[in-house]
């Protein structure tokens, strides 16, 4: 069985300098996972959007035919056409206008359903924007955080205890130089 790392508890000092720059390890790596997630997530919804932007586009200019053969069919029918070579000359019948008008409303709530679509897609990249924002105030924050602890857990432990141990080795070393 492997035996994982004890961290170094033989002094407070020694812990809180490792202990900072493992914050400051985890403080970049981390938040860069999280903004590459963000980045993919943008790009998927910049997409999707784009999709709907084109399905809506699309059946907004079929819907605008459909209105067209409707209008010239009744005119048609009316015998009030201005004969214009533009105007379709195939008149429909009552029951495929019937039709047409059906279609013409399924056209307006798939439109209906893709602008919602566009909207949340829109909500979410806002989200992601204020979340990108905070993360980077929390990195900025953790960084300097850790920095500090590093500093000073490396100080105190050599202004403390190892200045000490140095001393004390460079004593001993001076009495077998003697000797």
């Known amino acids: 069985m492997m035996e994982l790392p004890t961290p170094p508890t033989d002094n407070l000092y020694k812990f809180m300098a490792i202990a900072g720059l493992l914050v400051f390890a985890a403080s970049i790596y981390f938040p860069f996972q999280f903004a590459f997630r963000i980045h993919d997530e943008v790009m998927q919804c910049e997409e999707s959007m784009a999709v709907l932007q084109a399905d809506v586009d699309y059946t907004i200019e079929k819907k605008r035919e459909i209105d067209s053969i409707i ?5 048609r029918q009316q015998g009030l056409d201005s004969n214009s070579p533009s105007i379709f000359i195939t008149t429909y019948s009552m029951d495929e206008i019937k039709q047409m008008k059906n279609m013409t409303s399924e056209l307006n709530h798939q439109n209906a359903l893709n602008l919602a679509k566009i909207e949340s897609c829109i909500n979410r990249l806002k989200s992601y924007q204020w979340q990108y924002g905070f993360l980077a105030l929390a ?41």
Not at 71 to 75: C, D, E, K
Not at 141 to 156: A, C, E, H, Q, V
């Open 139 to 179: 990195q900025a924050l953790l960084l300097m955080y850790s920095l500090r602890i590093t500093k000073k857990g490396f100080n105190l432990w050599y202004s403390r205890i190892q200045k000490y141990i140095d001393l004390e080795m460079r004593g001993k070393n001076a009495n077998r130089k003697k000797l």
């Open 71 to 75: 209008h010239n069919t009744i005119l």
